[in-house]
């Protein structure tokens, strides 16, 4: 279901490095699967999809790993900014219906 | 280019008053059009959907509802707030039914 009850998990990673964000997600028959980021005060912005035929694409800094043996998707940002500061969201949508289901976010702080 | 207006920005109610608030799509035909409700620091809620003119998707019961008068208005509605009904108010569309979600800036509610 949609995880709108729990607070979010932070990361902290120091400007430079490599952050992973992990996500797993809930249903099976998931097979789009989408990372969003929201900066404070904002609406959620697309950052990079993948389909379930795929288990890896990459754009630019930015890769997305699916393991659909476990349910579970990762996105990985490199040498990260302080711009990249902000709250990130994993989502899954189901084949044929009309929505789709977002994870519980994570909050991600770029140190200086 | 496509782009997603909604507004007001923010709005302070007091409880047991009417809400409206409006979200415009320009750009693109027959969009899917969603309303969500964020908690502060929390996920995002479905609250409702849409295919197409008239037709209103809920996917949880409350307080609110939700009506498309026009192909690229989405207009989400109550006749009496609650406190309960405070939160970071989302639209968004999407040109398919499995495709990436475009938000707009969204709307902070404060219920008094």
């Known amino acids: 279901g949609e995880n709108v009850g729990l607070h979010l998990p932070t990361l902290s990673v120091q400007e430079g490095d490599n952050s992973i964000i992990n996500c797993a997600y809930s249903?099976?028959?998931?097979?789009?699967f989408i990372w969003y980021k929201q900066e404070s005060g904002k609406g959620p912005q697309f950052i990079i999809d993948i389909r379930s035929n795929m288990d890896k694409r990459q754009g630019q800094r930015v890769t997305v790993l699916l393991n659909k043996t476990v349910k579970h998707l990762s996105l990985q940002i490199a040498a990260t900014q302080p711009g990249d500061s902000a709250v990130y969201f994993c989502?899954?949508?189901?084949?044929?219906?009309?929505?789709?289901?977002f994870g519980a976010g994570t909050r991600l702080f770029v140190k200086a | 280019s496509q782009t997603i207006h909604q507004w007001p920005a923010t709005l302070v109610q007091p409880v047991g008053s009417p809400l409206s608030l409006e979200c415009t799509v320009e750009?693109?035909?027959?969009?899917?059009l969603y309303w969500y409700r964020q908690a502060a620091g929390r996920g995002l809620q479905l609250l409702f959907y849409s295919v197409g003119i008239g037709q209103i998707s809920s996917e949880v019961p409350q307080n609110l509802s939700a009506s498309r008068p026009q192909d690229r208005q989405f207009i989400l509605s109550s006749k009496k707030l609650l406190l309960s009904d405070s939160g970071f108010y989302l639209c968004?569309?999407?040109?398919?039914?499995?495709?990436?979600?475009?938000f707009g800036s969204g709307t902070q509610l404060s219920v008094l």
């Open positions: 968004a569309w999407s040109s398919l039914a499995n495709e990436k979600l475009f």
């Open positions: 989502a899954e949508n189901i084949k044929g219906l009309f929505k789709t289901i």
């Open positions: 249903n099976s028959a998931s097979d789009y």
């Open positions: 750009g693109t035909s027959n969009p899917n």
